[in-house]
């Protein structure tokens, strides 16, 4: 059944709420929807007090170790960390305290899929698939959807879809999926890309971009039969939104754990 899950996203070591197509190497365009006056280890805080298991800490940029760090001492094996994972730190986040790892770009060199790559950040984490999740945030392309790497601005060669989800859910123990072109925006969820997820995949995985309002949950477990669970960002009021409660988000989680 549909979860929501939370978010913690850092950018130049604080938390915000970021328009997601606006992060590029330009700080001009940079878009922000809220900057939190709160440290990242208050939400791990809040998070954890509230039992919301499988949140995710993203590191957008540089300068966000200490912040993410900090996070994951609040609530010690409680978050997922994602945002420059490499083959080379990923146990190093591990023991930092993080659940699990979440990889993207390093997959891509040069915008294109490396299986060997994959392959190396499994053996760094003793072939143990459960400590990784692999991002497939992604921008559309005519009918299509196209993982996005580099801070969701390059496109890379890998097209969303059945084939691509059976290459890589043996790898790994969920999937992310940031829809780029919703994310902060909130104009609402990309709801064919929710369904398909839902078809695609055999493993969790959680889609975020768009959310707008505590109806969009219920939205999800129709689309996807409750096999997506969902991330509010932008629109909660705890990053400074109207749209959403977050416990009514809470809420939502505890009634559908009674089911």
């Known amino acids: 059944m549909t979860h929501f899950r939370p978010c913690i996203d850092l950018h130049s070591g604080q938390v915000k709420q970021i328009v997601g197509g606006t992060l590029t190497t330009t700080s001009s365009d940079l878009k922000t929807n809220h900057v939190s006056k709160l440290p990242a280890s208050h939400f791990a805080k809040l998070y954890r007090d509230n039992g919301l298991a499988g949140a995710h800490v993203i590191m957008l940029g540089p300068d966000n170790q200490d912040a ?8 010690p094996h409680g978050l997922q960390v994602g945002g420059g994972i490499t083959d080379r730190n990923a146990k190093q986040w591990i023991e930092f305290g993080a659940e699990k790892v ?3 770009s390093y997959l891509f060199p040069n915008a294109r899929f490396s299986l060997d790559r994959l392959k190396d950040v499994h053996d760094a984490l003793g072939d143990d698939k459960d400590k990784l999740v692999i991002d497939l945030s992604c921008r559309r392309k005519g009918n299509s959807w196209y993982v996005a790497m580099n801070k969701w601005q390059t496109i890379t060669d890998m097209e969303v879809n059945q084939e691509s989800i059976n290459l890589l859910q043996p790898w790994c123990s969920e999937f992310l999926i940031h829809a780029a072109d919703n994310e902060g925006l909130q104009r609402g969820i990309d709801e064919e890309l929710v369904h398909n ?4 995949c055999s493993i969790p995985v959680t889609y975020a971009g768009g959310g707008k309002c505590i109806e969009d949950l219920d939205k999800v477990e129709s689309l996807s039969g409750g096999k997506v669970d969902l991330t509010i960002g932008s629109a909660l009021d705890i990053f400074g939104g109207d749209g959403v409660k977050f416990q009514d988000c809470v809420k939502w989680n505890r009634s559908q754990e009674m089911k």
Do not use: D, F, R, V
């Open 102 to 104: 979440i990889i993207t």
């Open 197 to 200: 997820l839902a078809q695609w």
């Open 68 to 75: 993410a760090k900090q996070a994951l001492a609040e609530w």
